[in-house]
């Protein structure tokens, strides 16, 4: 079992590489390609873990190594997790999908609409199998409102300093994008959950925040209104209520 979980942990792991790798640049899904040169590959040579360019003879990134152990990795432990909240047949292809969002999101600052799209689906068709439909889309509609109001605020604030200060401010505490995620990930967490999800999302984003800025004003780099991916704070919200929901819920 063990073995099989790997090859199929191998396999997320390199789908959601190649979906990060061309979506953001093509804006469709179309053949792998080498990361450096741009070269098309053929799949059974993308999928070889063991891979050089045949043109530039450039191996495989230290993203695509991490992303794809990371996936064996989460293949393991959630089908032998102890407090999942869903199955493993319905959980594994949500944290693939899960994994596109979080790559593009750190690596471009986008949360791309057809992946948004996608998202909805999904999220409807498992949060109707999981709460029903009129809880799923009290769900998507909370985590949509919410997050929109969030948007909001977020722009207002933003003007707001940029007359305190006499300038733009090109940074935004929140893209579109997060509040597309926020209503998807009210679909798959329904209602109420989709509160929970929320309130650990921030708890979880305040945290790494912190880290990041008490780190960047040792490394003495700190700049002031500097941008955080929101999105991979969401799905640690998503992920923290649909694998750990025991160990901080009653």
Same mark, same amino acid.
């Given at each position: 079992?063990?073995?099989?979980?790997?090859?199929?942990?191998?396999?997320?792991?390199?789908?959601?590489?190649?979906?990060? #790798?061309?979506?953001?640049? #093509?804006?469709?899904?179309?053949?792998?390609?080498?990361?450096?040169?741009?070269?098309?590959?053929?799949?059974?040579?993308?999928?070889?873990?063991?891979?050089?360019?045949?043109?530039?003879?450039? *191996?495989?990134?230290?993203?695509?190594?991490?992303?794809?152990?990371?996936?064996?990795?989460?293949?393991?432990?959630?089908?032998?997790?102890?407090?999942?909240?869903?199955?493993?047949?319905?959980?594994?292809?949500?944290?693939?999908?899960?994994?596109?969002?979080?790559?593009?999101?750190?690596?471009?600052?986008?949360?791309?609409?057809?992946?948004?799209?996608? *998202?909805?689906?999904?999220?409807?068709?498992?949060?109707?199998?999981?709460?029903?439909?009129?809880?799923?889309?009290?769900?998507?509609?909370?985590?949509?409102?919410?997050?929109?109001?969030?948007?909001?605020?977020?722009?207002?604030?933003?003007?707001?300093?940029?007359?305190?200060?006499?300038?733009?401010?090109?940074?935004?505490?929140?893209?579109?994008? #997060?509040?597309?995620?926020?209503?998807?990930?009210?679909?798959?967490?329904?209602?109420?959950?989709?509160?929970?999800?929320?309130?650990?999302?921030?708890?979880?984003?305040?945290?790494?925040?912190?880290?990041?800025?008490?780190?960047?004003?040792?490394?003495?780099?700190?700049?002031?209104?500097?941008?955080?991916?929101?999105?991979?704070?969401?799905?640690?919200?998503?992920?923290?209520?649909?694998?750990?929901? #025991?160990?901080?819920?009653?």
């Amino acid at each position: 079992m063990i073995a099989s979980l790997i090859v199929l942990g191998w396999l997320s792991g390199a789908l959601v590489n190649y979906v990060a #790798d061309v979506l953001p640049q #093509d804006r469709r899904l179309t053949q792998p390609r080498c990361s450096n040169c741009q070269v098309r590959v053929s799949w059974s040579r993308y999928l070889l873990p063991y891979w050089r360019c045949p043109t530039c003879e450039k *191996g495989r990134t230290w993203r695509f190594w991490i992303v794809s152990l990371v996936y064996i990795g989460a293949a393991i432990w959630s089908w032998y997790s102890p407090y999942a909240a869903i199955d493993f047949l319905l959980g594994y292809p949500l944290l693939v999908y899960f994994g596109v969002i979080v790559v593009i999101d750190i690596e471009h600052r986008l949360i791309m609409h057809p992946v948004s799209l996608f *998202g909805g689906l999904l999220g409807l068709l498992l949060g109707t199998y999981l709460h029903g439909f009129w809880a799923t889309v009290a769900g998507g509609l909370a985590g949509f409102g919410i997050m929109f109001g969030l948007y909001l605020l977020g722009i207002l604030f933003g003007r707001w300093m940029a007359r305190a200060r006499d300038g733009e401010i090109d940074e935004e505490a929140l893209g579109f994008g #997060d509040v597309n995620l926020g209503g998807v990930l009210g679909l798959v967490l329904g209602w109420p959950g989709i509160l929970p999800g929320l309130v650990f999302s921030v708890i979880i984003g305040g945290l790494v925040s912190l880290i990041y800025l008490i780190g960047m004003m040792i490394l003495r780099r700190y700049r002031s209104f500097t941008a955080i991916p929101y999105g991979p704070f969401l799905i640690a919200g998503a992920v923290t209520l649909l694998y750990f929901r #025991d160990l901080f819920l009653p």
